[in-house]
């Protein structure tokens, strides 16, 4: 978890230090916060395919699967979701550990409704 008024791309490199090297190539979609050299080239190194279009302001553009992007979307509904309960929108709980808490219940929530809705 970052601080509300740091950035997020460090905090996801550290993530995906975490995560380590993927033994094969594992596609990674990014949102374009995270669109910089420096967390595409961390992915890079661990075996990681971003999948982040470059900011509009970007002078050296690349390539990214345009198709596999869209499904980014469902990243996003799965955050709208979450932000449904009250206690993740608000996060009045204190420590990280109680606030991980009611994500990971909210989360387990969210999955069980899609499951068992037919």
């Given at each position: 978890m970052s601080g509300g008024e740091e950035h997020d791309?460090?905090?996801g490199r550290l993530l995906l230090e975490t995560l380590g090297k993927q033994e094969t190539v594992v596609p990674l979609l990014m949102d374009r916060a995270y669109a910089d050299i420096k967390t595409r080239?961390?992915?890079w190194e661990l075996c990681f395919h971003a999948v982040v279009p470059?900011?509009?302001n970007t002078v050296?553009?690349?390539?990214?699967?345009k198709e596999l992007?869209?499904?980014?979307?469902?990243?996003?509904?799965?955050?709208?979701r979450l932000k449904a309960f009250r206690a993740v929108f608000t996060r009045y709980d204190k420590l990280d550990i109680i606030f991980s808490g009611s994500v990971l219940f909210a989360s387990i929530?969210?999955?069980?409704r899609c499951v068992?809705?037919?």
């Open positions: 791309a460090p905090a080239f961390t992915a470059p900011k509009t050296d553009k690349w390539e990214y699967d992007y869209k499904k980014r979307n469902e990243i996003e509904r799965f955050f709208r929530i969210i999955v069980l068992n809705t037919p």
